[in-house]
C-alpha cells in the first residue's frame, strides 16, 4: 500500500513537499518513482529512484526544480516541488516495481504495478 500525502494549492513560484508511505512489502527491493496527471492530458513520469541505490531520473520538464528522495528508515518517498509553475498542476501518483522503468510511460501508459492514490496539486 501507497499513500501520498503533501497536495495542496500554491502561488506560481513556491514549493510543495510531497510525502508517499508505503508499507505492506519489502521497501527496498523496489524502484519508486513520481508521476503527475493534469487533466484532458496523459499520465507522465516525473522522478524515480531505486530505492537500494543513488540513480534518480527527472522529467526534463522538473530538472532542476524538483528533487525526489527517501528515508529508507521510514519507508517514505518525497518530492520536493520549488519554483512551482502552472504547467505542474495535476494528480500527483506514487508508484513502485521492480523493474526499473525509470520516468517511461509511453501513451499515458506507465508501466509500474503498484500505485498509490494519488495527491492533487494545484499552482495559480
Known amino acids: 500500500q501507497m499513500v501520498e500525502s503533501g497536495g495542496g494549492s500554491v502561488q506560481s513560484g513556491g514549493s510543495l513537499r510531497l510525502s508517499c508511505a508505503a508499507s505492506?512489502?519489502?521497501?527496498?527491493?523496489?524502484?519508486m518513482g513520481w508521476f503527475r496527471q493534469a487533466p484532458g492530458k496523459e499520465r507522465e513520469g516525473v522522478a524515480a529512484?531505486?530505492?537500494?541505490?543513488?540513480?534518480?531520473y527527472y522529467a526534463d520538464s522538473v530538472k532542476g526544480r524538483f528533487t525526489i528522495s527517501q528515508d529508507n528508515t521510514k519507508n517514505t518517498l518525497y518530492l520536493q516541488m520549488t519554483s512551482l509553475k502552472t504547467e505542474d498542476t495535476a494528480v500527483y501518483y506514487c508508484?513502485?516495481?521492480?523493474?526499473?522503468?525509470?520516468?517511461?510511460?509511453?501513451?499515458?501508459?506507465?508501466?509500474?504495478?503498484?500505485w498509490g492514490q494519488g495527491t492533487q496539486v494545484t499552482v495559480s
Open positions: 508508484a513502485a516495481d521492480l523493474t526499473g522503468w525509470g520516468t517511461y510511460c509511453s501513451g499515458g501508459y506507465c508501466p509500474f504495478g503498484y
Open positions: 505492506g512489502y519489502t521497501y527496498s527491493s523496489y524502484y
Open positions: 529512484l531505486y530505492t537500494s541505490g543513488d540513480t534518480t
